[in-house]
């Protein structure tokens, strides 16, 4: 059976004509680097092995299993071409390539990627002809001890240790080829005003598409609700009213499905392409976070995303779901994906369900006193955004996390020198925020996930691993004179202080508690170790009453979600299992303060 059938692009749909090229590849591992200078890659017995795709070769579901390091990996695909696709722009897409990618067709290189966690595609038209077989190859480079590239929660070490866990290479997203029309239909960016009852389309084209328009329509439960034609002009925006828009929210995410039909002035279909939307506003006012004009107390589960079979990747889409709706069932209204751009389909059902998400990068990795790594990490972290601009699910962008020893040297890597590296780095933030801004101001900018935050930051976020609800309490309020005074983590030369953003507990808990005997020796915070599903309760309790009973607290985030090799902080154990009753927890994670609305 193949892996992963479903069409990745839930937002931006074109069924009717794609294939889906999950499933077996000839691959290698190419140890010393030489195969290009040596032309091994050319021949096809290099291939020497077989990888189930979108599995990375470090995972049990490639096949593979070699959780070495890979600096250099190939893979071989036979594609064949539907004839029915002449005329028409042929189109390779790669959900992901960790970290390098160089695509080749008969041998002849077409086309390289930079980033290992956004999506891209490639334009086979010139290279290939309906009806016949080409020989696709894939040369993926991953040089994650660099500090060039942001690798995330993948450990830097052999074996996984801390907070760091297994690594992956190469492709770890679903690849697919479609059929488009020559000037047909290429992205579009959708926006919602609920305050107006709007939506706002900017479409963008593959070509100039002359004397052709688009026609959108927007459907509620199958209905036509609205309709207008425009004329197919990249760039060029086209609001639409929606009369009584139902919104969408954590507790009815109602979506409008959206048809963009490309017609020539005869009304002959060109191009057809389906989508979705939620109308949905989510803002910050004072100390507070607000969801369709209503005040909302942020209740998060940190989600890294890590499976035990696929690492990055999820077994299925069942799997997706799955995680989901095991947050949602004790209590959580939404998560932190944390430290990694999780695949297209998440977002889907986080906006099927009524999920709300920080959006992320894997930033660990970057060595921020390197140009290099800035740039990458700028030109990646603006593909994720304009991936992911249209999922009402995603409500803030959080590119960073724990920059702690940006000026402190807390990491020989950093290595950073005052009055040249920290404002650099402070300059790159800046920047960071302007480009986000620019590209989504309907968003807010959450700079750096518990630290160091700059002076643009709209939210300030602390991580506070603490023994004890009394333990909490006083670092959340250093000044016993002045209870409004908020603790903030910050490094040694740059500060930003409290000033009455939304005070957000973005990391708390960790708590280790290991319900039956596991092979893998792990960890908690604070060494505590819990005997029992009441006990475990407990611990979260005391100090989930001290952040919903404190008028300064915006929301808090709990670590974390399943466990993750090593790291047995989970409400969940790594394969997914409950540790204590989902109700008892519910009753926990589930309480609001008065103040909020959802």
Known sequence: MQPKPEYPRMQFRRTQSWVNLNGEWGFAFDHNRSAISSNKWKNDDFYDKTIIVPFAPETKLSGIEDVDFHESVFYRKELAIPAEWAGQR????????????????????????????????????????PGKTHILKLHAEDFLRTGIQGYGKQCHEYYSQGCSYTRITGIWQTVWMEAVPTAGLKNCKLTTDIDNGTVTFVPTYYGVPAGKKLEIVVKGDGAEVAKQTVACVSGAATTIKIENPRLWSTFDPYLYDIELRMVDDAG?????????????????????????????????????????????????????RHDIEMSMAVGFN???????????????WADKL???????????GCNWKLPEAQFNFMNEWRDCI???????SIVMWTPLNETVWVGNEA???????????????????????????????????????????VDNCEIVSVHYYMPSPESLR???HPDKENPNKLGTQSSKFIKCEYNGQP????????????????????????GINIKSPEEFAKYIEDQAEVMRLDECVAGHCYTQLTDVEQEQNGVYTYEREDKAPAEALKAIFGRKPDWSEF
């Open 90 to 129: 042929i189109l390779l897409h790669f959900g992901a390539v960790d970290y390098y990618a160089h695509i080749y067709i008969d041998d002849v290189k077409i086309f390289d990627h930079v980033g290992g966690s956004t999506s891209f595609e490639v334009d086979l038209t010139k290279f290939v002809t």
């Open 386 to 392: 304009e991936r992911d601009f249209s999922h009402p």
């Open 474 to 476: 006083d670092i959340m």
């Open 354 to 364: 009524g999920y709300i998400t920080s959006a992320e990068y894997c930033s660990w």
């Open 503 to 526: 005070y957000f507990v973005d990391e708390w808990g960790g708590f280790k508690y290991v319900p039956k005997a596991v092979n893998v020796e792990g960890w908690g915070y604070n």
């Open 334 to 348: 939404g998560a932190r994906l944390h430290q990694k751009v999780f695949e297209e389909r998440f977002h889907y």
């Open 268 to 320: 002959n279909q060109y191009d057809y392409v389906e989508s979705y939307i939620g109308l949905r506003k989510f803002d910050i006012r004072g100390n507070r976070f607000y969801l369709n004009n209503k005040p909302i107390y942020l209740r998060w589960v940190l989600d890294q995303g890590f499976y035990p079979d696929g690492v990055w990747t999820s077994p299925s889409d069942e799997a997706l």
């Open 411 to 453: 990491c020989d890597i950093a290595a950073f020198e005052w009055g040249k590296h920290v404002p650099s780095y402070v300059n790159f933030v800046k920047q960071l925020g302007e480009i986000t801004k620019a590209l989504d101001p309907t968003r807010p900018w959450h700079d750096t996930s518990g630290y160091v935050h």
